[in-house]
């Protein structure tokens, strides 16, 4: 029966996503730059390769771009920003729930080597991605491919600990110039008593472009761990997550010439884990702040400053007849990045980019054993700071080069690991890095690119010093990271080809090859299942190969659809261990295909399915106790009709439908996916 219904859908979802792209802002851009765009030139006008607007045929890098029609159709299972790129090739997501993160991977290097940004600054790729609002992102553009002599690599202790854009880097673009006012709302019920509602405006005054919201979802939710899972749910895992947030751009002289932008999000997100002792709550905090200036027509300088707080605690209980609460435990951790870079547009045929850059980070863990006060395990600060330039050269009209490099500079102080003295206080390190690339266009139609780049990564606190002591490994209810303090550092080299051809104007097709290694590379390894252990490890080297081939297409903004497939071979390597030879990356699949297409009708029906294929991939490198995961297809779809529009308001009914197939595959830690869900409900915007 799966068999017949992936096949009818697979027929059904042709292919398919818009390639639009967003024109609400266009930050950087003088007038004069504008005139001289062509019309293709001004609709695909993306900043990530570069920090300054570039058209898409000026770049050697391959980046998608979804903008607000494309989020607007995004169906979010387990609402986490990561499924908006799903359908992306080579895009593996895999978040365990609703409430914990993804741990899929981009371009099968691992799920640490593609970090996150918010307007060029760092976030972290595990949290913030289900802590943001999407109604407050303009668009996504994803660089496929090296990104690290432009961006440096997230410093965190949390999770993975720290990541590196090795594969690429995900660039979530704020709305900053707003065109038209509106107000909306947007009140939805779906599977589990869901209920969610959601308010934003946005307007303009002036110079002044402002936007501000908020939204609140509860849920009875259900149980997401398998059968024998160290979850041990009594009960369904009731949740609230509530979010407010907003944001200005101040046009300094009624221009982009100077400009501030500013904004502002907290998250608190509470709730249980299936037990009455299994408690969590966790509150987050994001500021982004930004100033631009155009020192003249050809020269533009840009400084950005965030700041990240991340808490969260939890509940661990004694399982049993009657649970009985063991301890509270709880992470802070604060992450203030900063830059400061500088664009020279030397002529129509040259760029250079300068800048800075920098990390301050803290963070420390604590558990009450009901003793009345919080002990410290673990605590530790790091700072990174990083410089770079990037020269891009256009010697004759159709060719296109770029290089660059980096110097990065890390110091870790740690001053507590376990509840004890660590083994080493301080670490400092150096690395220098570099990138380039090349474009060819054949022809109007038709140009090739390469890019190769160089990625430097520290060991994080987690892996290095875990969350757990070494000899609680395989007790029971000792449930985290072990610690291994003879991890080394891992650097990474990253190499892509590809060309891109357009029959006519509204059809595309993309080929691209990729290539990856990393050089004592350090994996998650899960060494207990109950309870649930993992220990971080040097594989010795990590390596993929790969490729892709997609297709698109458009006829305006009624019909398109896409199609496309990634084939990736991963392997580690460990020349101490000869089981661990040639073994898989951990979360890494092999195959990947996405299929879909989007439909909006003269009456107001808007029709967007689509289906993902996952072949599979392992939860660790130990061949004895690594564990075999496949998601299989998993087909979602987004439906709308509009039900009144005038010339001042309209109204919308929808409906996303999640999993329709009821696949409830299994994946690491023992978690599950929880099968089809859908959520429906109405949205009223006011506005022109």
Not at 355 to 371: F, I
């Amino acid at each position: 029966m799966k068999r017949i219904s992936a096949l009818f859908l697979s027929l059904l979802c042709l292919m398919a996503m818009p390639k639009s792209y967003s024109q609400d802002s266009i930050p950087g851009r003088s007038v004069k730059e504008l005139l001289n765009l062509s019309l293709d030139d001004f609709l695909n006008v993306v900043i990530t390769p570069a920090k300054v607007p570039q058209s898409e045929a000026n770049i050697t890098q391959k980046v998608d771009v979804l903008d607000q029609q494309d989020l607007s159709k995004v169906v979010s299972g387990n609402r986490n920003i990561c499924e908006a790129i799903s359908s992306l090739p080579g895009a593996s997501v895999s978040v365990l729930s609703r409430n914990d993160a993804n741990w899929g991977t981009y371009g099968g290097i691992g799920p640490k080597y593609s970090t996150y940004m918010l307007n060029g600054l760092p976030i972290d790729a595990f949290i913030d991605p289900m802590s943001l609002d999407i109604n407050a992102i303009d668009r996504i553009e994803v660089q496929r491919g090296p990104a690290s002599v432009i961006y440096p690599n997230w410093m965190s202790q949390d999770f993975a600990g720290n990541q590196s854009p090795l594969a690429g880097t995900v660039n979530l673009i704020l709305k900053s110039r707003i065109e038209e006012q509106k107000t909306l709302f947007d009140f939805g019920f779906g599977s589990y008593n869901t209920i969610n509602t959601q308010v934003f405006h946005q307007g303009h005054y002036k110079g002044l472009n402002y936007f501000f919201g908020s939204s609140y979802e509860r849920s009875d939710y259900t149980n997401y761990g398998t059968n024998g899972s160290w979850l041990n749910m009594k009960k369904d895992p009731e949740y609230s997550k509530a979010k407010i947030y907003g944001g200005i751009t101040l046009l300094l002289k009624g221009n982009d010439k100077e400009r501030i932008t500013l904004y502002y999000q907290k998250t608190i997100h509470n709730g249980d884990a299936g037990r009455i002792y299994r408690g969590y709550d966790n509150n987050y905090a994001t500021i982004n702040a930004g100033y631009y200036l155009d020192l003249s027509e050809s020269l533009h300088l840009q400084s950005h400053f965030g700041f990240r707080s991340y808490d969260r605690s939890w509940q661990e209980s004694y399982f049993g007849t009657i649970d009985t609460l063991k301890s509270e435990n709880g992470v802070s951790q604060v992450i203030i990045p900063a830059d400061i870079s500088l664009s020279w547009i030397q002529s129509k045929k040259a760029a250079l980019s300068l800048g800075a850059d920098m990390q301050g980070s803290s963070y420390y863990t604590w558990t009450d054993p009901l003793s009345g006060y919080r002990s410290l395990e673990n605590k530790a600060s790091s700072l990174q700071t990083g410089f770079y330039a990037q020269q891009e050269l256009h010697p004759i009209p159709k060719l296109i080069l770029r290089g660059g490099l980096r110097i990065a500079f890390i110091k870790n102080k740690v001053t507590l690991v376990s509840g004890g003295a660590p083994g080493d206080e301080e670490v400092n390190l150096k690395k220098l890095l570099w990138s380039t690339g090349v474009r060819y266009s054949i022809t109007e139609s038709l140009y090739l690119y390469a890019n190769a780049g160089t990625s430097f990564a520290a060991p994080g606190l987690k892996s290095s010093c875990g969350t757990i002591k070494i000899t609680d490994f395989g007790v029971p209810g000792h449930n985290g990271q072990l610690p291994n303090p003879d991890l080394k550092p891992e650097s990474g080299t990253g190499m892509d080809a590809g060309a891109d051809l357009k029959f006519q104007s509204h059809i595309k097709l993309g080929i691209r090859a990729f290539y990856s290694i990393v050089q004592d590379a350090i994996v998650d390894n899960i060494v207990n299942q109950n309870p649930s252990q993992t220990k971080s490890l040097n594989a010795g080297s990590s390596s993929v190969r790969g490729g892709e081939i997609e297709l698109t297409y458009k006829t305006g903004p009624g019909f398109s659809w896409f199609a496309n497939l990634t084939y990736m071979v991963s392997k580690t390597q460990n020349d101490l261990d000869p089981q661990k030879i040639n073994i898989s990356i951990p979360f890494a699949p092999r195959t990947l295909m996405n299929l879909g297409f989007s439909y909006i009708s003269p009456f107001g029906l808007t029709l967007a399915p689509s289906l993902n294929y996952n072949s599979g991939f392992y939860d660790g490198v130990d061949p004895d106790i690594r564990k075999w995961f496949k998601p299989g297809i998993v087909a979602n779809a987004f439906v709308s009709q509009r039900l009144a529009s005038k010339e001042t308001y309209s109204v919308e009914l929808f409906t996303q439908l999640s999993n329709i197939t009821d696949n409830d595959y299994e994946l690491p830690w023992q978690f599950k996916n929880s099968g089809f869900s859908f959520m429906g409900g109405i949205k009223v915007n006011f506005g022109r």
